[in-house]
């Protein structure tokens, strides 16, 4: 059973750089035909999806937030990361990473989930 | 694409037939997923490719639709079904949620 689980700071100064990574467990992020997503949910508000990155390094992004967000892949380390930088409060939320059940977007296994506060 | 669900909020009992709408501003090709989400939890996968239940979905769950107009019914409410329910399109990027439907017991 793929298991993953979101690690990084909880809390980032404004005008820092969030940084997330996403450790997979049972399953490997070099297995082809998946997609593995970064997505986040102020509190209280829907979900919003930040981006994905496919096992060959491809990657999208939302248009909202891509002048600042990056996402890898590790195969070393079984990982994948989120990079967004110039933060600011609107960027609190829980931040959570899934991946696909195929090369399509539909997100079949997540993580927990991860709360990142943006303040000083 | 946008999509707007309906009701934003719905009230009903256990038992009850229920129906969550959603809609695209555009043509989804069918490309389109439903999630429940319970309070400080992680949304669960419950249709994909707008009518496919996902394996473990209980059979009371069930899609359809087509083109832009999109439906989610559960058929006969269970406790464990009180939930926000989000439809998604993963037809073009960047993919794109409902705002939620918040499914509260009467």
Redesign the interface.
């Given at each position: 059973q793929v298991q993953l689980q979101e690690s990084g700071p909880g809390l980032v100064k404004p005008s820092q750089t969030l940084s997330l990574t996403c450790t997979v467990s049972g399953g490997s992020v070099i297995t082809g035909g998946y997609s593995w997503t970064w997505l986040r949910q102020p509190a209280g508000k829907g979900l919003e999806w930040i981006g994905r990155v496919y096992t060959t390094g491809r990657t999208n992004y939302n248009p909202s937030l891509q002048s600042r967000v990056s996402i890898s892949i590790d195969t070393s380390n079984n990982q994948f990361s989120l990079s967004l930088t110039s933060v600011t409060a609107a960027d609190t939320a829980v931040y959570y990473c899934a991946r696909s059940i195929d090369l399509n977007e539909y997100l079949q296994h997540w993580g927990q989930g991860s709360l990142v506060t943006v303040s000083s | 694409i946008q999509l707007t669900q309906s009701p934003s909020s719905l009230s009903a009992s256990v038992g009850d037939r229920v129906t969550i709408t959603c809609r695209a501003s555009q043509a989804t090709g069918g490309?389109l997923?439903w999630?429940q989400q319970k309070p400080g939890?992680?949304?669960?996968?419950l249709i994909?490719?707008a009518s496919i239940l996902?394996s473990g979905v209980p059979s009371r769950f069930s899609g359809s639709g087509s083109g832009t107009d999109f439906s989610l019914t559960i058929s006969s409410l269970q406790p464990e079904d009180f939930a926000t329910y989000?439809c998604?399109q993963?037809k073009s990027?960047?993919?794109?949620?409902?705002?939620?439907t918040k499914l509260e017991i009467k």
């Open positions: - | 490309y997923a999630y939890k992680a949304p669960k996968l994909y490719a996902q989000y998604q993963v990027y960047p993919v794109t949620f409902g705002q939620g």
